[in-house]
């Protein structure tokens, strides 16, 4: 039985990221998002960012009949999954609260879950 509360879109898009852990630094990173939808995405990359933490993302998405558009999202980290033998690479499952689309002309849609 499939729980998604929406259409998720197989993508293979370039995403940065960051958060800030218990002490308050802040982490960089960057990786692949898997998938994404209007509530959340998953993302594959090297770090492990603990599940309930707040990370904000810059997505960039690019295709023969669009310009280059700009996502930026932030969410919470709901799940990991190691993705290779080695556990060298991590999925993050994320669940999104804010999601902006931005193209050329600086038209935003806004999420807001």
């Known amino acids: ?4 509360r929406s259409y998720r879109y197989d993508v293979a898009a370039q995403v940065k990221f960051n958060w800030k852990d218990a002490e308050g630094v802040c982490h960089r990173d960057e990786g692949l998002v898997h998938d994404i939808s209007q509530s959340g995405m998953f993302v594959l990359t090297n770090s492990h960012p603990p ?3 707040t ?3 810059q997505i960039f998405l690019q295709s023969a009949a669009a310009a280059r558009v700009r996502v930026e999202a932030q969410g919470q980290i709901i799940r990991l999954e190691r993705s290779d033998p080695s556990h060298a ?3 993050l499952a994320v669940a999104t609260n804010v999601m902006k689309v931005f193209d ?3 038209y935003v849609v806004e999420n807001d879950n």
């Open 1 to 4: 039985m499939d729980r998604r």
């Open 51 to 53: 599940i309930g933490t």
């Open 104 to 106: 050329r002309t600086l």
């Open 55 to 57: 990370v904000r993302f």
């Open 89 to 91: 690479r991590c999925g």
